[in-house]
Structure formats: C-alpha cells, structure tokens
C-alpha cells in the first residue's frame, strides 16, 4: 500500500482521520483541517497509536501500522471467528479471545491475535468441556459462555507461565534444541544497501557462521532461506512453527538518513499494553549485554514489537539489528569477516545462557565458544556415565 505522512492528501487519509476518532486519540472535524490532509495533528496521533501498540512510532502509516489500525477496530463479538487457512482472521477480538480460554484454562499460545490451527484447538476443547457444539468457530453460544464463565487460572498471565516453564523443562544442555536462524532480506530483496554492503549478504554469512558453531554444540540448527531467496515474514514464521522450533532468532542490520545513527539493538513480541514474550525479552537482553561487551557498539536497547515474524512465531523469537550500514564504523565492522565471527559468538552464548537459567554461569562477554562446547561434553560425558 501507499505511505501515507504529513503532507499527504486524499481518501486514504480521510479514512486514517476516522478510524483515529473511533480510537478517541484524535477530535471531531475543526474548520481550516480538511479531513483530506495529513497534518500534524494526524501525524502526533498516528505516533501515539504506534507506541500503544509496539510498531515504530515514526508518524508514518504504512503497511504494519494500517494493519493495526484495522485490527484494532474489532471488539470480541462484532463477528464471529473462524480458522481460515489461506486468509486467517486477525484483530482485538481475536485477541480477546485468546486471553479468555487461557483465563479459563485453555492454550491458545502466545495471544498475538491470529486466529490460527492452535487457537482453534483451544477453542474446541473449551466448547467440548462446556457442553457446546465443538466447530472450533467462536459464534453467539460459544460467546455467551465465554462471557458467563469466571477465571480458573489466577496468580499471573497463564501464557507467560507456560513460556517459562517449558524453558525449565528444557534443561541446560543445548544438545537436541532446534534453532531456526533467520537472515534479513534475501534473493532480489538485498535489504540495506550502502557502497556496495548489502544487509542480504552480510547478515546470510552471519546466519551461515552462526548456524554452524550451533550445529558444533549438538544443536538442531537450521536456516529459513536460501542465499538466493526472500520468503516473507508470514512464510519465515510459518517453516519455524512447522518445524517446531524452540527459538528463533532473527538478522538485520538498520539504516538511517542521520550517517551519525549507529549502534545495537535487539527485539522480542511485545505490544505494549502487557501481552509480551517473557522468554523472548529474556533472551533479547541477554544476547544484548553480550553482544555490547564483546563490540563495544552503542546501546540502541532492547524493546517489544508486534513485527509480523515476532507475533505470528508460536516460539520465542528475537530479531537482533547489528549496526547500521549507514554508519561508517558500524559498516567498516560489518565488513571484517573476524566481527562477524564475534557476533556470532555472542548470539550463541547469549542463547546458552538463558538454557543455563543464571546456574553454572560466568561474567558477562567471559565466556567463548570453547567454553560451551567444553560444558556441553563435560554433562554429555556425566549423563553418559
């Protein structure tokens, strides 16, 4: 679709204008503000709704934050919902619906307000356990009882529970953990492009270096394209789910009009209003501080995002921004095959130690490569025992 900012004019902005009043986060028509213009009033709401929903807040609506804005639109009841394969429903009410059945006990996953196969299934066994036709479709009856019914699970946000306590179960060892690593871009989308760098082709050595010291630990280590492919978010997502991945962590690098923007910065599901991935924050700041150690690079932080591959990802995932090829030292960095082997590093050990739950740990940006192949065959030999 069209990018629409400050400036612009036409229908579309007129509709942006509306569902912005709808929200409340814009006033009535005033006289000398045409509906037709995107002004500035326009553009301080527009950010004011990105921020409240974990996009980017630049004023700008394309297509990430026109999909929130149509989303955002539905409340739990205004229609009924459904898997639909080739098209699934998305909005608020799907949301809704989530964070109901694991209030009363069902496993919708991470409520990221796609109404996919697990949503369903949650959905059918709540209507099975209550009497109700099980379709799997959230219509009038199956609405009223949701309504009807008080919590079951109390003490905490029960899918946030359930992150944690797989991470658990999983143990420390990184033998056996499925890994899906997913460079940026791809094929004839080369990302960022500046003298000559592509994003595509630095952050596909990253993800071959990366994969590989993986695979050295026991890891199942897989990319999510080929070097001369570019799937799309939805498409990266869905291979993750489908090969039941425990992590996914996802490359890029960032770019910027100001040459002087630089630095690090990592992200996980987070929507600002309290729906987040505990696993994935944990991991985020954990590759973060190794990352910043080990590079010196700038802190640029680490922040929730509802982006499509971190909300439609039924597994923790991270997508790690190294530098700006914008920037001349973040782009000569990029560029030196050694950083990019001490990125990789990084990423693994970040990843080792959120498996290590704070146990058996050493200081932040001590610990290498040899190191946890070390502590992989020292538990390898005393289980073997």
Not at 32 to 46: A, L, N, R
Request: charged share 25%; glycine share 12%.
């Amino acid at each position: 679709m069209q990018l629409l900012r400050r400036g612009d004019s036409g229908r579309a902005v007129v509709e942006v204008r509306a569902t912005l009043r709808q929200f409340g986060m814009l006033p009535g028509p005033q006289p000398g503000f045409p509906d037709e213009v995107f002004d500035v009033h326009v553009e301080q709401s527009v950010r004011a709704f990105q921020q409240r929903r974990g996009l980017i807040t630049d004023g700008i609506v394309g297509p990430a934050t026109y999909r929130a804005l149509r989303e955002a639109g539905w409340s739990l009841g205004d229609r009924m919902l459904a898997l639909m394969i080739s098209a699934p429903m998305s909005g608020d009410d799907v949301t809704t619906l989530q964070e109901r059945l694991l209030e009363l006990g069902f496993d919708p996953g991470r409520p990221g307000g796609v109404f996919d196969e697990r949503t369903e299934k949650a959905l059918r066994a709540f209507q099975r356990e209550y009497g109700l036709v099980p379709d799997g479709a959230c219509g009038p009856a199956t609405l009223r009882s949701l309504k009807q019914l008080g919590r079951k699970v109390t003490g905490g946000r029960p899918h946030l529970l359930r992150e944690q306590e797989l991470l658990r179960e999983a143990g420390p060892r990184m033998r056996g953990k499925r890994i899906v690593v997913d460079p940026g871009h791809g094929g004839l989308d080369r990302g960022v492009s500046v003298s000559g760098a592509t994003e595509a082709d630095l952050m596909w050595d990253l993800g071959r270096r990366l994969v590989g010291r993986m695979t050295a630990t026991g890891m199942e280590a897989m990319l999510s394209r080929r070097e001369d492919t570019c799937p799309s978010d939805l498409e990266r997502a869905e291979f993750a789910n489908t090969a039941g991945a425990d992590l996914v962590l996802s490359l890029h690098t960032d770019a910027n009009q100001s040459m002087h923007a630089n630095g690090l910065a990592t992200f996980h599901f987070g929507n600002g209003s309290g729906s987040t991935s505990t696993v994935g924050e944990a991991l985020a700041g954990l590759i973060q501080r190794e990352l910043l150690t080990r590079t010196a690079m700038t802190d640029c932080g680490t922040q929730g995002r509802t982006w499509e591959l971190l909300r439609l990802t039924r597994m923790p995932t991270v997508r790690i921004e190294v530098g700006y090829l914008t920037h001349l030292g973040d782009r000569r960095n990029l560029l030196d095959p050694g950083f990019r082997d001490v990125v990789a590093e990084g990423i693994l050990v970040g990843v080792k130690r959120l498996y290590l739950l704070g146990q058996n740990d050493q200081p932040t940006g001590t610990f290498t490569f040899s190191d946890v192949l070390a502590h992989e065959l020292e538990r390898g030999g005393a289980q073997a025992i």
